[in-house]
């Protein structure tokens, strides 16, 4: 199985920050691979940072109050662009909006694209106002980067590094600069260079959280685990009541197999958020990783009632799958299917539970549908091999073996499925 680890308010103040935030959001969304596997996807909807109270609403509020806050702020806006039609910044930040909302409106199967080409138009817009405005090559770039549409992302993170490069070159000490080309490197996939322009932030302003929470970020898509949960610990030593930084490094805890020290934080999450439903899928995790399934059960349920997303059922059917409750592990990862479409662990899961149940034939269906969206997972090849020796197709049985042992599936446990094969004890 897989491990359960795999991760606008009464004004518009907040929304220069809330872009380059986003910045952080699609950043870290390409770090975690081109396959928005919901594992990747609902980390990064976690790791949306500020210190800022109203954007800390946007990221944790229920879904009405925050789609209230964007209706809010593009009304806003747009009276400011109606009074001002050449006002540079309302064009950025109601582009910020739509794309705030874009990135909101769903799962990438499912996204409306009208509010994603209202984004580019405003960014378009205020490109065609200001040519040297970075916040909106930047936002463009977010924007074409969360539609997969790489080549038109890059042009515009290029020419935001060339004016960047420019504005640190002109002023050093520029902190708003080496986080925003931060932030762009790792859109581009360049975290060492993220972190080196984070440091710089960090000399020059010690004592600003969002920093720390981008390196964090930077380290996390590294791999340095242990360094990122310094960072998300100082976030925390700068903002204590900020409950996604606890719910961000008991997800790094929990990675680590730190699961006491995650439970800690994941616990102090909730007692800041009781609304915050990740850090409930996170401390379900947890307890998907020590044994204690009815728990993690009960979390799963939390996570869901507050708002249904597919992470929760996909670790929900993983208990259940675990407790040997086979239908209804299988009821959960149909729910996960159903609002995610493209979630291949969650057909290679279905599949192991369908097989567990003796449904060998359409638990091949669901092999057979994991390896149409990411033929690179070993287990659905794996799964599918067992099902096919159980239907007696030992050829196509032994093809799949291989290929699991060839995209590095445990080696024991393939070798001891083809010994079943050949025919040896």
Not at 119 to 134: H, Q, T
Request: glycine share 8%; proline share 4%.
């Amino acid at each position: 199985m897989l491990a359960p680890w795999r991760v606008c308010a009464d004004s518009v103040v907040w929304l220069r920050t809330a872009l380059s935030c986003l910045v952080l959001a699609v950043a870290v969304f390409v770090a975690c691979g081109d396959d928005p596997a919901p594992g990747a996807t609902f980390l990064i909807s976690q790791a949306t940072p500020t210190s800022i109270d109203d954007y800390r609403r946007l990221a944790e509020e229920d879904p009405a109050g925050r789609d209230s806050m964007f209706e809010e702020a593009v009304e806003a806006l747009s009276a400011e662009i109606a009074r001002d039609s050449g006002n540079v910044d309302a064009y950025v930040n109601r582009g910020a909006v739509y794309a705030a909302m874009y990135r909101y409106s769903g799962l990438t199967s499912n996204r409306d694209e009208g509010i994603a080409e209202k984004a580019l138009d405003d960014f378009s817009s205020a490109v065609d106002l200001e040519p040297n405005n970075v916040e909106a090559f930047i936002g463009r770039g977010n924007t074409h980067n969360s539609r997969q549409e790489r080549e038109e992302a890059n042009e515009d993170y290029q020419t935001a590094l060339e004016l960047l490069n420019e504005s640190i070159y002109l002023n050093p000490n520029d902190v708003e600069a080496y986080m925003l080309r931060a932030n762009v490197h790792l859109s581009t996939r360049e975290p060492d260079k993220a972190i080196q322009d984070l440091d710089a932030a960090v000399r020059l302003d010690p004592g600003n959280s969002l920093i720390y929470y981008t390196r964090g970020a930077a380290y996390s898509a590294k791999g340095e685990g242990e360094k990122a949960i310094d960072d998300f610990g100082m976030v925390i030593l700068l903002d204590p009541n900020f409950a996604h930084a606890y719910n961000i490094r008991g997800l790094m805890y929990g990675r680590a197999g730190a699961h006491e020290k995650a439970l800690e934080d994941f616990n102090e999450a909730i007692s800041l958020n009781p609304n915050l439903r990740w850090a409930y899928s996170n401390r379900g995790n947890v307890y998907v990783g020590m044994g204690e399934y009815d728990k993690a059960i009960q979390d799963y349920g939390k996570a869901i009632k507050i708002r249904t997303y597919p992470a929760a059922y996909y670790g929900r059917g993983q208990a259940y799958f675990l407790k040997g409750e086979y239908d209804r592990a299988i009821q959960n990862y149909s729910a996960a299917i159903n609002s995610y479409p493209e979630f291949a662990g969650a057909f290679i899961e279905r599949g192991d539970a369908l097989r567990s149940k003796g449904e060998y034939a359409s638990a091949v269906q669901d092999y057979d549908a994991a390896i149409g969206l990411n033929g690179n997972d070993p287990r659905a090849y794996y799964g599918r091999g067992l099902a096919h020796s159980s239907l007696g197709d030992t050829s196509k049985a032994r093809s799949d073996l291989n290929k699991a042992l060839e995209l590095g599936y445990d080696q024991d446990k393939v070798e001891a499925e083809l010994k079943k094969l050949n025919g040896s004890p």
